[in-house]
């Protein structure tokens, strides 16, 4: 357990045992996930640009950056990377040991964090991939609907949740 855990928008600080501070620019936000882990978001003007993400010992285990096209981490003791995807969102399951990648064409790639591709996801007919997300710790693609997907209410953004092992999307409720 961490304490202590403190940023600004040039450096993060926290105690484990003793006092690591991580020096970086633009830091927005800081969050600790389940597992420990220290979420670090940064970006000019508050838009996500690169996130890194470091355990409690203060070693960065993964890193990507919008801007540079960069994906990087640290997975049996080797490091790994992907460039130049056209890539809008990265989110990393570290315990499912994944990578979901939402290109700029709207696909979604899914690697394992060895860096072997495990799947390839379309949009689902009739949506367009909005984002990313988890929920209850389940990936999820949130999808806008055509004209023929609407509500009574006019609400058209749905979730879909992704299988982990085929990459099938299966609808799940509305999004919010």
């Not at 010992?57 to 460039?83: D, S, T, V």
């Not at 060895?114 to 689902?124: A, D, G, H, Q």
């Not at 006019?154 to 092992?165: A, E, L, S």
Request: proline share 1%.
């Amino acid at each position: 357990m961490i304490t202590e855990l403190k940023w600004e928008s040039t450096k993060v600080s926290w105690i484990k045992n003793k006092k690591i501070e991580v020096t970086l620019s633009d830091v927005f936000l800081v969050t600790v996930d389940q597992e420990n882990l220290i979420h670090i978001k940064c970006g000019e003007n508050f838009k996500e640009e690169q996130e890194y993400i470091y355990d409690v010992n203060g070693n960065m285990i993964f890193y990507f950056n919008l801007l540079q096209k960069e994906i990087e981490w640290n997975y049996a003791e080797k490091k790994h990377r992907i460039n130049d995807l056209d890539f809008q969102q990265v989110i990393p399951f570290m315990s499912k040991n994944k990578i979901m990648i939402l290109l700029k064409s709207q696909k979604i790639l899914v690697y394992s964090l060895s860096n072997e591709k495990i799947f390839e996801v379309n949009s689902p007919y009739g949506y367009k991939i909005k984002y990313l997300s988890s929920i209850d710790n389940k990936m999820v693609a949130v999808c806008d609907g055509d004209d023929n997907h609407y509500d009574k209410f006019g609400r058209n953004r749905i979730n879909f949740y992704i299988n982990k092992i085929t990459g099938e999307l299966n609808q799940g409720n509305l999004s919010y």
